[in-house]
C-alpha cells in the first residue's frame, strides 16, 4: 500500500520510488529482470535499476483475454541463465515464473502425471525448471545467495475460494520463503534452519542489503533476517496484509488485516479473529465473543493508516458529470464510503464461484449455458465489473456486437467500477464507426495506463486522425519499448493513413515507413498473430504477393480466428491459381467468421465455395 500499487492493472509504479534493483545497481551490481508475466511488463514501472528487463510474454489481445499472457518457466529460465553466465562480476537477478496460475495447464509429463491435481503439476513443473538456474549457479566460481518467494498461495477451494485475490486466509497469505547459499561446486544442502514464526516480504530487501554488507537503510519498512535465521525465531512484529482487487473491479467490501504472533484479525463488515496456533485452517471466528481483542487489533491495524486505493480511473465528480452526458449513466452512485454485511467477500463466495463456471463454460465451448451464468452473476451483483466485461466479451467474439455494446453501457449505467468498463466500450464503439462517440469516453484516463491509451489510439485511428493516434501509441512505447501491440498499432495506423492519401509518391514512403513498424512488432512479439496480418497486408500493398502469403498463413497457424487473414488467403491464393488452399481457407472463414462483421464477406465466399 505504500507505493500505491494496489492491483494488478491500471496502476504504475511511481518514477523515482527505490527498489532493490536500483540500491543495487547504485552498489555496483549488474542487474537483470527475467519475468514470466503479464502484470510485470515494463508498462507497470518496475524497470529502473535493471540493466536488462526481458518481459517478452505475449501481448493482451486487444478484445478479450479470459487469462493472463504468460510463458513457460523454462523459457524464462532459460534467458536468465544465459545473462548470469555471462556476468563477470556481482550480479542481482530476479527470476519470476507465473505458471502456477489458473488455468492450471503443465506441460508434458507433468498434465499426465497430475491429472486429477494440475496446480501440483505446475508446482512440479516449475520446480524441475528451477533446477536449471540452481545447477548453474553452482558452476560460478562465487558463492551465489538465492531467496525464493511467492506472492501468494491458491486457495483450491479453502473457504469456497477457487484461486486467490478474494480473501486472505492461510492458504493465499503463507507462502514460502527459502533463504539459501549455493556454493561452487557443491550439491544443494538438503536441510537448514526451519524458522516457524512469520516474516514479512518488506523484510527482504534489508536481508539482501545485510548478506551484501551493505549500509542498512532506517527508513526501510522491514528488517533484516539474519537474526531470525540464526536464532530460529522472527521475532512477533505485526505484519499487514490486503486483497483489494475484488473492491476494484467487483466494488465488494476492500479487505484489509493484521498478524500480530499468531493472532489474526480480518476487517471486513463482518469481522473475523482467528487463534491461528490453536486453530491454523481458520475455522472458528472468535470475533462475536472477543470483542476486547477485537479492538485491540483494530488499533494495531489502523497504525498502518491505510487510506482506500484510489481508483486507477480516478474516479471523481468530472469522471461521473462525463459519463452522464455521454448517457452512461444514470445517476450512480459515487465511491463507496461504507460497506455492509451484503458486501462483504464471505457473502459473495457463490458470485464468484458462478463467475469461474461461467468462463468455464466458455472455454470448453459450450456458449449458451456460458451466456446464462454471465447474466445470473450480473442479476445477483450489478456492480461487478468484470462480469459485465467477460459477458460482453463472449457476445462480442460470438459476433454479437449490439448486445456486447449494450452489456458495457449496462454496467457503467449500474455504477460498476468504470475503469475497465469505459476502455472496453471506447474500444467496440472505434470499431463499430462510433470513434468521435469512443474518443469522449476515454478523456480522463491517465495517459500511464497502457490499456487504456491502446483503446485511445484505436479510436484515433478510426477517426482517421492517424497523428494522434500515432502519438498515442507512442506514449505506450515510452511506458514499454517491447509492446508489440503498439508497434503493431503504429503500423496499422501508418498504412491506414497511407490508403487516405493520394500522392502516390508519399502513399509509398507511408507504406514503406508501415513495413519497418510492422517488423518491430515481430521483433519484440513474434507471437502476435495480428502483427503479421498487419504486415502481410503492407507486403501486398507494396506487390510483394508471396512474401505477404507467408505472414497471413504465420498468422493463421497463430491464431484460427485471424478473420482477416483468412479471408486474405482465400483471394490470394484462388488468384494465384491455388485454388485447392483458397477452398480449404475460404471453408475455415465461413464456418468460424461472425455474421455481423463479414456479412458481405460470407456471402462472396459462400458463392465461391458452391462454385
Not at 556481482?90 to 527470476?95: A, D, E, L, P
Not at 502519438?471 to 514499454?480: A, C, N, S
Request: aromatic share 8%; no cysteine; net charge negative.
Amino acid at each position: 500500500y505504500e507505493h500505491g500499487v494496489r492491483d494488478n492493472s491500471g496502476y504504475r509504479v511511481p518514477d523515482g520510488t527505490v527498489t532493490l534493483a536500483t540500491r543495487l545497481k547504485a552498489a555496483g551490481f549488474a542487474t537483470g529482470a527475467f519475468v514470466g508475466g503479464f502484470p510485470l511488463t515494463k508498462r507497470f514501472g518496475l524497470t529502473p535499476g535493471f540493466d536488462v528487463y526481458d518481459d517478452q510474454v505475449p501481448e493482451l489481445k486487444g478484445d478479450v483475454s479470459f487469462s493472463m499472457p504468460e510463458r513457460r518457466a523454462e523459457d524464462v529460465v532459460s534467458r536468465a541463465v544465459a545473462w548470469i553466465d555471462a556476468q563477470q562480476g556481482r550480479f542481482f537477478s530476479w527470476v519470476h515464473v507465473f505458471d502456477p496460475h489458473a488455468p492450471y495447464a503443465p506441460p508434458e509429463p507433468y498434465l499426465s502425471e497430475y491429472t486429477s491435481q494440475p496446480y501440483d503439476g505446475e508446482i512440479a513443473y516449475v520446480d524441475h525448471a528451477l533446477g536449471a538456474l540452481f545447477d548453474a549457479l553452482a558452476t560460478r566460481s562465487r558463492p551465489t545467495v538465492v531467496i525464493v518467494t511467492a506472492d501468494h498461495g491458491e486457495s483450491l477451494g479453502d473457504h469456497g475460494e477457487l484461486t486467490h485475490g478474494m480473501f486472505a486466509y492461510e492458504a493465499t497469505l503463507h507462502v514460502p520463503l527459502i533463504v539459501a547459499t549455493v556454493h561452487p561446486g557443491q550439491a544443494a544442502r538438503t536441510r537448514g534452519v526451519v524458522v516457524d514464526s512469520p516474516v514479512r516480504h518488506i523484510d527482504i530487501a534489508p536481508t539482501v542489503l545485510d548478506a551484501m554488507a551493505l549500509p542498512a537503510d532506517q527508513t526501510l519498512p522491514g528488517a533484516s533476517l539474519r537474526d531470525a535465521i540464526r536464532t530460529g525465531n522472527g521475532g512477533d512484529r505485526p505484519m499487514y496484509f490486503e486483497a483489494m482487487t475484488y473492491n476494484l473491479v467487483r466494488g465488494w467490501a476492500p479487505l484489509r488485516g493484521v498478524l500480530v504472533g499468531r493472532d489474526k484479525f480480518i476487517d471486513l463488515p463482518i469481522r473475523e479473529l482467528y487463534d491461528l496456533a490453536a486453530d491454523p485452517e481458520e475455522t472458528r471466528n472468535l470475533a462475536p465473543e472477543q470483542s476486547g481483542d477485537v479492538q485491540v487489533m483494530a488499533n494495531v491495524l489502523r497504525g498502518y493508516n491505510t487510506a482506500p486505493p484510489g481508483r486507477p480511473s480516478q474516479e471523481n465528480a468530472r469522471t461521473a458529470e462525463l459519463l452522464r452526458s455521454l448517457g452512461y449513466i444514470t445517476g450512480s452512485a459515487p465511491a463507496r464510503e461504507a460497506y455492509t454485511e451484503a458486501d462483504d467477500p464471505k457473502r459473495l463466495v457463490d458470485v464468484d464461484r458462478d463467475l469461474h463456471e461461467a468462463t468455464g463454460f466458455y472455454q470448453r465451448g459450450q456458449v449458451q449455458e456460458a451466456l446464462a451464468m454471465f447474466r445470473k452473476v450480473i442479476e445477483a451483483r450489478p456492480d461487478m465489473a468484470d462480469a459485465y466485461i467477460q459477458l460482453a466479451s463472449a457476445y462480442w467474439e460470438l459476433g454479437e456486437i449490439q448486445p456486447a455494446i449494450a452489456t458495457i453501457e449496462q454496467g457503467l449505467a449500474k455504477g460498476a467500477p468504470d475503469r475497465d468498463l469505459r476502455i472496453r466500450l471506447g474500444y467496440y464503439l472505434a470499431e463499430t464507426g462510433q470513434a468521435e462517440q469512443a474518443l469522449k469516453l476515454l478523456e480522463g484516463l491517465p495517459d500511464t495506463d497502457a490499456e487504456a491509451l491502446n483503446s485511445r489510439g484505436v479510436a484515433y485511428t478510426r477517426a482517421g486522425r492517424f497523428p494522434e493516434a500515432v502519438r498515442t501509441f507512442r506514449q505506450i512505447l515510452d511506458l514499454d519499448r517491447t509492446n508489440g501491440l503498439a508497434w503493431q498499432n503504429i503500423a496499422s495506423t501508418t498504412l491506414e493513413e497511407a490508403k487516405a492519401t493520394k500522392d502516390a509518391d508519399a502513399r509509398r514512403r507511408l507504406t514503406v515507413e508501415a513495413e519497418g513498424y510492422a517488423r518491430q512488432a515481430l521483433d519484440v512479439d513474434p507471437s502476435l498473430p495480428v502483427g503479421h496480418v498487419t504486415l502481410g497486408a503492407i507486403l501486398n500493398d507494396l506487390g510483394r504477393k508471396a512474401e505477404a502469403i507467408d505472414e497471413f498463413t504465420r498468422a493463421v497457424d497463430l491464431d484460427k480466428d485471424q478473420f482477416d487473414a483468412l479471408y486474405n488467403l482465400t483471394v490470394m491464393l484462388a488468384e494465384a491459381g491455388r485454388v485447392d488452399e483458397a477452398r480449404a481457407y475460404a471453408r475455415q472463414f465461413v464456418d468460424r467468421a461472425p455474421e455481423a462483421l463479414y456479412a458481405r464477406e460470407l456471402q462472396q465466399f459462400r458463392g465461391f465455395l458452391g462454385r
